[in-house]
């Protein structure tokens, strides 16, 4: 799987959005973005993936650039229980090894009141 | 429709007992994933079952630990003759089909 690079931390007020950017400019074409995140030792929360066109879903939206090197993980309005580790994880869809994820460290995301 | 279940939460045992962790995946759910966090680490991956069978043990240490997924009952990760580096949270993913995984809310294993 492609290794990713995400800032180390950010913060944002509550109620205005969170952009959360990943850069995975060694993504092969078969390889999804996928995001994660982690509240305070909890098991981690799928958030949404895509792989090449935007998404969105009730949590957040996925925007990939053109060239899918990079990509932004965007919360609409931000709550204080956002604040966690949002992983972005890069993988191939399939069966044996290629089921694993491989997280990095992440970013931190702290929302402000 | 209940997510993925662990058991126990916390779990404490002395070096050179051993540790059985549990997971109980989503209904309908037939693959499990087991992963390690160690504190102040990432998650790391390691092991992936599918009904009966070890699909990818690449990330299990070559001793003490072992796991399975019977074909009744819950997904067991154990854990023989724990030692203080043992000392983790141990999480347990579900999946449908190898695509979204759901985690579970882990268990916390202390060694004394």
């Known amino acids: 799987d492609a290794k990713t690079t995400q800032p180390p931390s950010m913060d944002c007020a509550e109620g205005r959005a969170a952009n959360l950017p990943c850069n995975h400019s060694?993504?092969?074409?078969?390889?999804?973005v996928y995001w994660y995140r982690q509240i305070h030792s909890q098991g981690p929360q799928y958030i949404i993936h895509?792989?090449?066109n935007n998404e969105t879903n009730e949590m957040a939206s996925l925007i990939i650039t053109e060239d899918r090197k990079s990509s932004t993980l965007i919360l609409p309005h931000a709550t204080l229980r956002d604040t966690a580790v949002y992983y972005c994880?890069?993988?191939?869809?399939?069966?044996?090894?290629?089921?694993?994820?491989?997280f990095g460290k992440g970013i931190t995301l702290s929302v402000r009141p | 429709n209940a997510g993925v279940m662990q058991n126990p939460r916390h779990l404490v045992r002395r070096r050179g007992q051993e540790a059985r962790l549990r997971c109980s995946p989503m209904?309908?759910?037939?693959?499990v994933y087991w992963y390690r966090q160690l504190p102040e680490e990432g998650l790391k991956f390691m092991v992936y079952?599918?009904?009966?069978?070890?699909?990818?043990e690449s990330g299990m240490p070559k001793e003490r630990f072992s796991a399975e997924f019977p074909k009744e009952g819950p997904s067991i990760l154990r854990i023989q003759q724990v030692v203080r580096g043992d000392s983790a949270a141990y999480f347990c993913?579900?999946?449908?089909?190898?695509?979204?995984?759901?985690f579970g809310p882990g268990t916390r294993l202390t060694v004394t």
């Open positions: 993913a579900s999946s449908l089909d190898s695509y979204e995984q759901y």
């Open positions: 060694t993504i092969s074409g078969n390889e999804y």
């Open positions: 895509g792989l090449k």
């Open positions: 994880i890069v993988r191939v869809l399939g069966r044996g090894a290629n089921s694993k994820l491989t």
């Open positions: 209904k309908g759910h037939s693959h």
């Open positions: 079952l599918q009904k009966e069978n070890i699909i990818d």
